[in-house]
């Protein structure tokens, strides 16, 4: 399948560069895949779409403040760090600019020595393997000196860090937020429990793919990246309950597809389990885990609205979005939100 066939023109101004002052008055699109039918909405309206029994499953993935910016210990240059993921005893994965300057044994500092890395491994495409030391514990200084790694189409700064976590993230470890999650606030959690909805939380950590655009011209040439997830065995226990009961799970997100289905394809069923997943869920793709999915709207030939028109087909993902254009909707992560079922 060619990767142009999910293209489609976006305009740049409907690419949303902050977040609504309040979380849930983001538009909602319910796309019905039986009736191939469209709805708009706004997202503290989810609750008239959704039915007592149905399971919603959230990425509790947090995000580190992940982007550093040093200088090279020997010469003073400006260096730039994303972490993507740790490796072991303080070695990481980093996304680095420039690149070029940073070679094996390159020695940066950061926050004028509270921080210091130097490069052990060198990859391909601004990759290197950063191997970190400090006085304290890591993730507080990583805390103290890091920024929020927003993606790059978001010119605007930040003023509220929170607002690019979703207010139910503790397990550290994302370069980027599950972005579909982002619309809850604590209070619609609470309504969904009380009219007898369920919440079972798996974990994710978003990586590199985030921000890696596809070079690819067909599908099948294209190498997924690899993330870690995990599911423990009291939420895998009661989301295979609700799958035996003819209960709806509904993910949160792409990642918590990917994660779901993941687990169902390899143990077919839902089990604690955790380990690396590279699932790339293209169109004829048989999904197996999940009955709806709640999304954002994404970038043109990603993998991700490549995920999303498996889950509903081609031509109707590609009609939703035409409508998310004509009505200005709010694309990508600090976007509005669609409601697949």
């Known amino acids: 399948m060619k990767v142009t066939d999910f293209d489609f023109e976006l305009p740049e101004s409907l690419i949303a560069q902050t977040p609504l ?38 990425n509790d993935s947090r ?14 240059a400006a260096i730039e760090v994303l972490l993507l993921k740790e490796e072991e005893n303080m070695v990481w994965e980093a996304l ?5 300057r940073v070679k094996i044994g390159t020695a940066v500092d950061f926050g004028g020595g509270l921080l210091q890395a130097t490069c052990v491994d060198e990859g391909e495409d601004g990759i290197r393997h950063l191997q970190f030391s400090c006085d304290g514990i890591f993730l507080e200084v990583l805390e103290q000196l890091g920024t929020m790694p927003l993606p790059p189409y978001i010119h605007e700064r930040l003023e509220d860090q929170e607002r690019y976590q979703t ?15 982002l619309h809850f606030t604590k209070e619609l959690l609470a309504e969904l429990e ?17 921000f890696r655009p596809m070079s690819a011209e067909h599908t099948e040439n294209h190498v997924m990246h690899s993330e870690f997830y995990q599911l423990n ?24 597809t990917r994660t779901l289905e993941t687990i169902v394809r390899d143990h ?32 043109p030939k990603s993998t991700l609205i490549m995920l999303v028109s498996a889950f509903a087909s081609r031509e109707l993902i590609m009609e939703a979005y035409a409508q998310a254009v004509s009505h200005e909707y709010r694309f990508f992560s600090f976007g509005d939100a669609m409601l697949i079922l």
């Open 167 to 181: 207010v139910y993230a503790r397990e550290q470890g994302s370069a980027a937020a599950p972005t579909a999650g």
């Open 21 to 58: 002052k309040d979380r849930d008055t983001s538009k909602l699109m319910v796309v019905d895949r039986e009736y191939n039918s469209i709805t708009h909405t706004h997202f503290r309206h989810i609750l008239d779409f959704l039915e007592p029994g149905d399971v919603l499953v959230l």
């Open 96 to 100: 680095v600019k420039p690149a070029k």
């Open 233 to 256: 065995e009291e939420t895998a226990a009661r989301l295979q309950r609700a799958k035996d009961e003819g209960r709806r799970i509904i993910s949160v997100g792409t990642t918590s």
């Open 268 to 299: 077919g069923q839902f089990v604690a389990s955790s380990g690396w997943t590279d699932i790339f869920i293209t169109p004829g793709f048989e999904f197996k885990a999940i009955d709806g999915l709640l999304t954002n709207f994404h970038l």
């Open 194 to 210: 009380q009219r007898g909805i369920e919440l079972a939380y798996v974990t994710l950590h978003v990586g590199l793919g985030t």
């Open 63 to 76: 995000v580190l403040p992940a982007r550093l910016f040093g200088e090279k210990t020997e010469t003073g």
